[in-house]
């Protein structure tokens, strides 16, 4: 198991600037979100040589991109084309239910494209189950706020573990001081205890933290142009002091 960063842990940040907060957290793994700072777009006038560079550079500093995040909105074959420039995988989310979003990625797949399905929310585990007896892959966006982070976990390790490409856990860095006693630890010690040899991607639980994870993420010029940490709707919390761990 690894750790891992989503760009949405700084979402005017450039891929560089990404991959150098990964790295200096120790984190060997991006997950890229569409739309984004970082720069990579699925638009067709992107250019697959320039994408397959970004790749190149994450890879020079030992960071993998483990999936690129699509909003639903974008189109297969741009979409197929970044991802086999970026060598990862296109994870299916946006405003669609389970179902929606599993045809899509039953269609990339057939097209030869690497995809998996995002899935939240209380329907999880009978959502991946259903998925992965059709073969689709599966991303899960662990929220702490559920309160169900183990039930969840358990099921999903002992039924289908193969199943599991990633997971996204919203509320890791700077914020998970304020996740004590929502399962984390046991999360985390059921993913170690199964052997998962995927990702962990921390991500935020709500742009309100912008600011405690730009601190945390080493990005002294602030969060972003306008922003003010004096601003009472920013919270800015302690950084942990552990490099590399999910708190």
């Given at each position: ?5 989503s ?14 907060a990964a ?74 239910d ?8 039953a269609r ?58 990633h ?15 929502r ?27 912008r ?18 940490v ?16 999910a708190?």
């Open positions: 198991m690894r750790l891992g960063l760009s949405e842990a700084a979402p005017d940040a450039g891929v560089d600037e990404l991959i150098r790295t200096r957290h120790g984190l060997p793994a991006l997950e890229l979100r569409a739309g984004d700072g970082h720069g990579v777009s699925c638009d067709r006038a992107a250019v697959p040589h320039a994408i397959a560079d970004v790749a190149a550079r994450a890879a020079a500093a030992g960071i993998g991109i483990v999936g690129y995040r699509c909003t639903g909105a974008e189109d297969d074959a741009a979409l197929a084309t970044l991802a086999t420039a970026l060598r990862t995988t296109v994870i299916v989310d946006g405003d669609d389970a179902e929606a979003r599993a045809t899509r990625a990339l797949l057939a097209a030869g494209t690497d995809a998996a399905v995002l899935l939240r929310g209380g329907t999880v585990v009978d959502d991946a189950r259903r998925l992965s007896r059709e073969g689709i892959s599966v991303v899960w966006e662990a929220n702490p706020a559920d309160a169900t982070l183990g039930g969840v976990a358990r099921a999903l390790l002992e039924e289908f573990p193969a199943a599991l490409h997971v996204s856990f919203l509320g890791g860095g700077p914020e998970t001081v304020m996740h004590e006693g399962g984390i630890g046991e999360l985390m010690g059921r993913l170690a205890l199964a052997g998962f040899g995927g990702t962990v991607v921390l991500a935020p639980s709500s742009p309100r933290y600011v405690a994870w730009s601190t945390w993420l080493g990005r002294h010029g602030g969060s972003g142009c306008g922003s003010k004096s601003d009472r709707s920013l919270i800015a919390l302690s950084a942990p002091s552990a490099a590399g761990s708190s």
